[in-house]
């Protein structure tokens, strides 16, 4: 090996040039840091990088190419040179964590045969005409995909690309996903990740993802194609066939912890560079991390060293990997400083100032398990978040547990008393009714109780507060209970995607995916997660592909600012916005507070498009009544100033998604069946601007 060069310290990491790579490790602590790299034989050669600028060691070495597996170890008062680290601004890992005993701390002997190794990555990549789709957020719908399981089982995709990047780029998926009328596809983590040493102790293995090792690196077992640097120009390549079929990608993101677990954990790559520095700490136990995520460490965001690792890598993601925004897990854990979280602080702000990462979309899951870690609402603009309390409340109505409709007027309009401060709109709400985390649509409407014992863990972990939907017993079931298991499942889906903000639909829901009641399928690496192809479940897609044509072609059902109910000037007294009682007219104080109360109508008008930021599109006018009561309810509809005439467009008694009766007068009975929903498209006997005098 020849003499490494002095290099430069200033962008981290092993970034080859197109003659050499250039070397450099933030390691304060250490006297020496070597730069080991490994032959295709496993053989080891060290080479201690020459040149130290301040808290930085680097060095540039004419012969560490494209694909050459290396590591870093560290000689100094707090490091120890017989463990192998990982760079943590490698672009792409090889090779997986054996939790051998000298890998966790007091542990002895060389932990390279255990430890993965970090790789050198050649960025040329010929992205073409690569552009980023640019999705307004009042026309964002999200489907939150996990890479492995949306195609491992897929018949139309080629066996030896299924459960990959390359798999999901097929034109079989992005038919699927262009079909159904989504247009962000948000991936699970594919960040390189390592399972937690439990898991391996149970036969099991971390499935989703939530595990981060690598911030930098795409996760290599998703490649197809090796995981030499192989895994990077895949990635890429999946990335630029969903933009070439306008859909964005958005990744799922894991900072607030990693995968080197509490203090007993493995030491990998953070924790033997600077665990003091890189990860919160008990102020009055030093020894003891701050865990604020559940997962055992938190990584510290508000010093230097951890804000400037989050941002390079947010920033390398958007730069070179071409995504078009973020879902960052347990959000406020970035946000913390040492008196709480702080979401006008150092990492909020930076994001928010960055030139790059200002114009992607950012999304929060406002919660930790920390001391007021619960901010939803709370995010400053241009943050949308993950809305829990839509789905809690619309998952209620629809069990008949909601007591009223208050609550459900507000989630449907977009939840205002959330998310209007800060100059915020309907559009800084992320809905949904599931996700990755917890059951499928198909078990949320058929399981009472977790059934978790295939995670090792005899049924404890995952929540248990599923409550009964009235849909018959757990388990097999006849063809009665089956229907009214989907017609539960239709009532959710129009409920979500007719609602004001941005709709998230979980994969597979639509396919009518059963994990058999397991609702934390997080360690289930097997069909019991892969998504069901074909699918089943009575028309369900067809379901999904309506409802969001309708929204998407209907600006009245995606406003970008809320719609407070004002009187429309010169239109016979009709709102922007209105609810109605079965017996058609406006809800008045009194139906707002009775808490028995399962119907609600929701008027909407489309004849405002500042409202929508759609001009264009046509200005339809909708009345969407909910049903949840266990018997049919007959609903008047309302009086002409409203709609000179109504058509029912679509109707979750039905199975499948088709037009009921149309030409409907004011004043008409309708029968709305016992827990269903129906959409009416509202006829005005005006158009927009003219002032019509109503009798």
Same mark, same amino acid.
């Given at each position: 090996?020849?003499?490494?060069?002095?290099g430069?310290?200033?962008?981290?990491?092993a970034?080859?040039?197109?003659?050499?790579?250039?070397?450099?490790?933030?390691?304060?602590?250490?006297?020496?840091?070597?730069?080991?790299?490994?032959?295709?034989?496993?053989?080891?050669?060290?080479?201690?990088?020459?040149?130290?600028?301040?808290?930085?060691?680097?060095?540039?070495?004419?012969?560490?190419?494209?694909?050459?597996?290396?590591?870093?170890?560290?000689?100094?008062?707090?490091c120890?040179?017989?463990?192998?680290?990982?760079?943590?601004?490698?672009?792409?890992?090889? /090779?997986?964590?054996? %939790? #051998? *005993?000298?890998?966790?701390?007091? +542990?002895? =002997?060389?932990?390279?045969?255990?430890?993965?190794? &970090?790789?050198?990555?050649?960025?040329?990549?010929d992205?073409?005409?690569?552009?980023?789709?640019?999705?307004?957020?009042?026309?964002?719908?999200?489907?939150?995909?996990?890479?492995?399981?949306?195609?491992r089982?897929?018949?139309?995709?080629?066996?030896?690309?299924?459960?990959?990047?390359?798999?999901?780029?097929?034109?079989?998926?992005?038919?699927?996903?262009?079909?159904?009328?989504?247009?962000?596809?948000?991936?699970?983590?594919?960040?390189?990740?390592v399972?937690?040493?439990?898991?391996?102790?149970?036969?099991?293995?971390?499935?989703?993802?939530?595990?981060?090792? /690598?911030?930098?690196? %795409? #996760? *290599?077992?998703?490649?197809?194609? +090796?995981? =030499?640097?192989?895994?990077?120009?895949?990635?890429? &390549?999946?990335?630029?066939?969903?933009?070439?079929?306008?859909?964005?990608?958005?990744?799922?993101?894991?900072?607030?912890?990693?995968?080197?677990?509490?203090?007993?954990?493995?030491?990998?790559?953070?924790?033997?560079?600077?665990?003091?520095?890189?990860?919160?700490?008990?102020?009055?136990?030093?020894?003891?991390?701050?865990?604020?995520?559940?997962?055992?460490?938190?990584?510290?965001?508000?010093?230097?060293?951890?804000?400037?690792?989050?941002?390079?890598?947010?920033?390398?993601?958007?730069?070179?990997?071409?995504?078009?925004?973020?879902?960052?897990?347990?959000?406020?854990?970035?946000?913390?400083?040492?008196?709480?979280?702080?979401?006008? +602080?150092?990492?909020?702000?930076?994001?928010?100032?960055?030139?790059?990462?200002?114009?992607?979309?950012?999304?929060?899951?406002?919660?930790?398990?920390?001391?007021?870690?619960?901010?939803?609402?709370?995010?400053?603009?241009?943050?949308?978040?993950?809305?829990?309390?839509?789905?809690?409340?619309?998952?209620?109505?629809?069990?008949?547990?909601?007591?009223?409709?208050?609550?459900?007027?507000?989630?449907?309009?977009?939840?205002?008393?959330?998310?209007?401060?800060?100059?915020?709109?309907?559009?800084?709400?992320?809905?949904?009714?599931?996700?990755?985390?917890?059951?499928?649509?198909?078990?949320?409407?058929?399981?009472?109780?977790?059934?978790?014992?295939?995670?090792?863990?005899?049924?404890?972990?995952?929540?248990?507060d599923?409550?009964?939907?009235?849909?018959?017993?757990e388990?097999?079931?006849?063809?009665?209970?089956?229907?009214?298991?989907?017609?539960?499942?239709?009532?959710?889906?129009?409920?979500?995607?007719?609602?004001?903000?941005?709709?998230?639909?979980?994969?597979?829901?639509?396919?009518?995916?059963?994990?058999?009641?397991?609702?934390?399928?997080?360690?289930?690496?097997?069909?019991l997660?892969?998504?069901?192809?074909?699918?089943?479940?009575?028309?369900?897609?067809?379901?999904?592909?309506?409802?969001?044509?309708l929204?998407?072609?209907?600006?009245?059902?995606?406003p970008?600012?809320?719609?407070?109910?004002?009187?429309?000037p010169?239109?016979?007294?009709?709102?922007?916005?209105?609810?109605?009682?079965p017996?058609?007219?406006?809800?008045?104080?009194?139906?707002?507070?009775?808490?028995?109360?399962?119907?609600?109508?929701?008027?909407?008008?489309?004849?405002?498009?500042?409202?929508?930021?759609?001009?264009?599109?046509?200005?339809?006018?909708?009345?969407?009544?909910?049903?949840?009561?266990?018997?049919?309810?007959?609903?008047?509809?309302?009086?002409?100033?409203w709609g000179?005439?109504?058509?029912?467009?679509?109707?979750?008694?039905?199975?499948?998604?088709?037009?009921?009766?149309?030409?409907?007068?004011p004043?008409?009975?309708?029968?709305?069946?016992?827990?269903?929903?129906?959409?009416?498209?509202?006829?005005?006997?005006?158009s927009?601007?003219?002032?019509?005098?109503?009798?």
């Amino acid at each position: 090996m020849s003499r490494a060069a002095p290099g430069n310290p200033s962008d981290l990491g092993a970034r080859w040039d197109g003659a050499g790579t250039n070397v450099a490790v933030w390691a304060p602590r250490a006297d020496v840091v070597e730069f080991c790299q490994y032959d295709g034989t496993g053989r080891e050669r060290r080479q201690p990088l020459p040149a130290r600028s301040g808290e930085v060691w680097h060095g540039y070495l004419a012969d560490a190419g494209p694909g050459t597996r290396y590591g870093l170890r560290l000689t100094g008062p707090d490091c120890d040179p017989a463990r192998l680290l990982l760079d943590p601004y490698a672009l792409a890992v090889d /090779g997986d964590v054996v %939790p #051998h *005993g000298s890998v966790f701390p007091g +542990g002895r =002997g060389d932990t390279a045969p255990y430890v993965p190794r &970090s790789v050198v990555v050649d960025p040329t990549f010929d992205w073409g005409p690569d552009r980023p789709p640019v999705v307004a957020w009042n026309d964002t719908v999200i489907y939150e995909a996990h890479v492995r399981g949306f195609t491992r089982c897929h018949p139309d995709i080629p066996e030896a690309l299924r459960g990959t990047y390359a798999g999901l780029a097929q034109p079989a998926a992005l038919a699927h996903l262009s079909d159904l009328g989504v247009t962000s596809v948000e991936l699970l983590p594919v960040q390189q990740y390592v399972s937690e040493p439990a898991l391996a102790r149970r036969g099991l293995s971390n499935y989703w993802g939530y595990n981060t090792l /690598g911030f930098l690196a %795409p #996760h *290599g077992r998703y490649s197809s194609a +090796g995981t =030499g640097g192989q895994q990077v120009g895949e990635f890429k &390549s999946m990335v630029r066939s969903l933009h070439a079929a306008g859909l964005e990608v958005i990744l799922d993101v894991v900072y607030n912890h990693t995968a080197e677990g509490r203090v007993d954990g493995p030491v990998l790559s953070l924790r033997g560079i600077d665990d003091d520095a890189y990860y919160r700490h008990d102020p009055d136990d030093p020894a003891r991390y701050l865990d604020t995520t559940g997962c055992g460490n938190t990584l510290d965001v508000s010093g230097r060293p951890g804000l400037r690792l989050v941002m390079d890598s947010l920033r390398y993601w958007v730069q070179q990997m071409h995504v078009d925004g973020f879902r960052f897990d347990l959000a406020p854990a970035l946000a913390r400083t040492a008196h709480g979280v702080d979401l006008r +602080g150092a990492f909020v702000a930076a994001v928010g100032q960055d030139p790059v990462l200002r114009h992607v979309k950012l999304i929060a899951e406002p919660w930790d398990v920390g001391r007021d870690g619960y901010q939803v609402g709370n995010f400053p603009p241009p943050w949308a978040e993950w809305n829990d309390r839509y789905r809690d409340c619309v998952r209620d109505f629809w069990r008949g547990r909601s007591g009223g409709v208050r609550e459900l007027a507000s989630r449907l309009s977009g939840s205002s008393e959330l998310f209007r401060g800060g100059r915020r709109g309907p559009l800084a709400s992320v809905n949904y009714v599931t996700c990755h985390d917890g059951f499928t649509l198909r078990d949320l409407v058929s399981y009472d109780r977790k059934q978790n014992a295939d995670n090792g863990e005899e049924n404890r972990d995952g929540e248990d507060d599923n409550r009964s939907w009235n849909c018959g017993s757990e388990g097999p079931a006849d063809e009665r209970v089956e229907a009214l298991r989907r017609r539960q499942v239709r009532n959710l889906l129009m409920t979500l995607l007719l609602s004001a903000g941005v709709p998230m639909l979980s994969a597979g829901d639509e396919l009518w995916q059963t994990q058999h009641g397991n609702n934390n399928a997080y360690c289930q690496d097997s069909e019991l997660s892969y998504l069901p192809w074909p699918g089943s479940g009575g028309g369900l897609q067809e379901w999904v592909r309506q409802l969001l044509r309708l929204r998407r072609e209907s600006p009245a059902l995606r406003p970008a600012d809320f719609l407070d109910g004002q009187l429309l000037p010169g239109r016979g007294g009709v709102r922007e916005m209105a609810w109605f009682g079965p017996d058609g007219v406006e809800m008045d104080d009194a139906g707002w507070h009775d808490r028995s109360r399962a119907t609600l109508g929701l008027y909407v008008d489309g004849r405002l498009p500042r409202r929508s930021g759609s001009p264009g599109l046509p200005a339809a006018c909708y009345l969407l009544w909910l049903h949840s009561g266990p018997e049919n309810v007959v609903v008047t509809l309302p009086a002409r100033e409203w709609g000179r005439r109504y058509d029912v467009v679509l109707d979750t008694a039905d199975e499948h998604p088709r037009p009921g009766p149309v030409g409907l007068r004011p004043g008409m009975s309708v029968t709305v069946p016992a827990r269903s929903a129906m959409l009416v498209r509202c006829h005005p006997d005006y158009s927009p601007g003219r002032s019509v005098e109503v009798t």
